[in-house]
C-alpha cells in the first residue's frame, strides 16, 4: 500500500488530523521563503508535541516518520537542525551536492534524501546515480528520492501537477520513489494507479490556505491514495 506524506505543517491541531488518518511521514518545511515554513525553533516545539501524542500509541511501528524540508542548508547546519529539532529525515529539496547524502563521512548520510525535478528519464537516471544510496535507506522506511515538478525558479510547492508518463517509467526502475507535484484529493488516486509509486507527498492539496491544513481533505486524500 503506498505510504503518504502529509507536508508543510505548522499547527498541532493539523498534525493530529494527519495521524488520525494514518499519515505515513509528517513534514516540516525549513525553508523561510515557503508560505508554509516554521523556523528550528517552532518545528522543535510541533515534533516534541507530535512524540508526546504518539507516545500513548504502544506500537513504533505504526509511528511516522517526522521529515524536515531544507534548501540549500549547509550540511553541518542541517544536521543539527534535525538533531535539535529531534527530525527523522532532511528532504533536501535545492541544489545540495551528492556528498551531503551518499558520502559515509556526511552527518546526513543514511537521514536524507534528494527531491529531483528531471525534464527527461535520460536527466532522472543519470541524477539518481548521483544522489541514491541504495545500502542507506531501508525500503520499507524511508523514500530514496522524491520525484517533483519542474519549475525555473521555485524548490517545490508550485500545485504544478507532475508529468506521470516520466514518474511511472522513474518508479519502474527506483525503488522507494516519493511523488510530489500538484497531487489532491481528487487526482491522487490517479496518480497511484498511473505512477506506482512507494509514497506520495502532498502540502497545498490538502489545505485551505498555505500552511493551514483542511481536515476533510486530508482525510479524504489518505483515503482515496490508500484505496488506490
Same mark, same amino acid.
Given at each position: 500500500?503506498?505510504? #503518504?506524506?502529509?507536508?508543510?505543517?505548522?499547527?498541532?491541531?493539523?498534525?493530529?488530523?494527519?495521524?488520525?488518518?494514518?499519515?505515513?511521514?509528517?513534514?516540516?518545511?525549513?525553508?523561510? $521563503?515557503?508560505?508554509?515554513?516554521?523556523?528550528?525553533?517552532?518545528?522543535?516545539?510541533?515534533?516534541?508535541?507530535?512524540?508526546?501524542?504518539?507516545?500513548?500509541?504502544?506500537?513504533?511501528?505504526?509511528?511516522?516518520?517526522? #521529515?524536515?524540508?531544507?534548501?540549500?542548508?549547509?550540511?553541518?547546519?542541517?544536521?543539527?537542525?534535525?538533531?535539535?529539532?529531534?527530525?527523522?529525515?532532511?528532504?533536501?529539496?535545492?541544489?545540495?551536492?551528492?556528498?551531503?547524502?551518499?558520502? $559515509?563521512?556526511?552527518?546526513?548520510?543514511?537521514?536524507?534524501?534528494?527531491?529531483?525535478?528531471?525534464?527527461?528519464?535520460?536527466?532522472?537516471?543519470?541524477?539518481?546515480?548521483?544522489?541514491?544510496?541504495?545500502?542507506?535507506?531501508?525500503?520499507?522506511?524511508? $523514500?530514496?528520492?522524491?520525484?517533483?515538478?519542474?519549475?525555473?525558479?521555485?524548490?517545490?510547492?508550485?500545485?504544478?501537477?507532475?508529468?506521470?508518463?516520466?514518474?511511472?517509467?522513474?518508479?519502474?526502475?527506483? $525503488?522507494?520513489?516519493?511523488?510530489?507535484?500538484?497531487?489532491?484529493?481528487?487526482?491522487?488516486?490517479?496518480?497511484?494507479?498511473? #505512477?506506482?509509486?512507494?509514497?506520495?507527498?502532498?502540502?497545498?492539496?490538502?489545505?485551505?490556505?498555505?500552511?493551514?491544513?483542511?481536515?476533510?481533505?486530508?482525510?479524504?486524500?489518505?483515503?482515496?491514495?490508500?484505496?488506490?
Amino acid at each position: 500500500m503506498v505510504k #503518504v506524506k502529509i507536508c508543510g505543517l505548522t499547527r498541532v491541531e493539523d498534525i493530529l488530523c494527519a495521524l488520525q488518518a494514518g499519515a505515513d511521514y509528517l513534514g516540516f518545511i525549513l525553508y523561510p $521563503p515557503s508560505p508554509r515554513a516554521v523556523n528550528p525553533d517552532q518545528a522543535a516545539v510541533l515534533v516534541r508535541e507530535t512524540r508526546r501524542i504518539l507516545s500513548a500509541i504502544a506500537d513504533e511501528s505504526s509511528h511516522p516518520l517526522l #521529515v524536515g524540508v531544507f534548501v540549500n542548508q549547509a550540511t553541518a547546519e542541517t544536521a543539527d537542525i534535525l538533531d535539535y529539532c529531534g527530525l527523522d529525515l532532511a528532504q533536501l529539496s535545492g541544489d545540495e551536492q551528492e556528498d551531503q547524502i551518499v558520502d $559515509p563521512a556526511s552527518p546526513l548520510f543514511g537521514r536524507a534524501y534528494k527531491a529531483l525535478r528531471p525534464r527527461t528519464l535520460t536527466a532522472a537516471d543519470e541524477l539518481i546515480n548521483r544522489y541514491t544510496n541504495y545500502q542507506a535507506h531501508s525500503p520499507h522506511l524511508y $523514500p530514496r528520492i522524491l520525484l517533483d515538478t519542474p519549475h525555473g525558479t521555485l524548490y517545490g510547492g508550485t500545485g504544478e501537477t507532475s508529468d506521470w508518463r516520466l514518474a511511472a517509467d522513474v518508479a519502474a526502475r527506483t $525503488p522507494g520513489l516519493m511523488l510530489a507535484g500538484g497531487l489532491t484529493p481528487d487526482n491522487v488516486a490517479k496518480a497511484v494507479q498511473a #505512477v506506482r509509486p512507494f509514497a506520495v507527498d502532498v502540502a497545498g492539496g490538502v489545505e485551505s490556505q498555505p500552511g493551514i491544513k483542511d481536515h476533510a481533505r486530508i482525510k479524504a486524500f489518505m483515503h482515496n491514495a490508500k484505496a488506490a
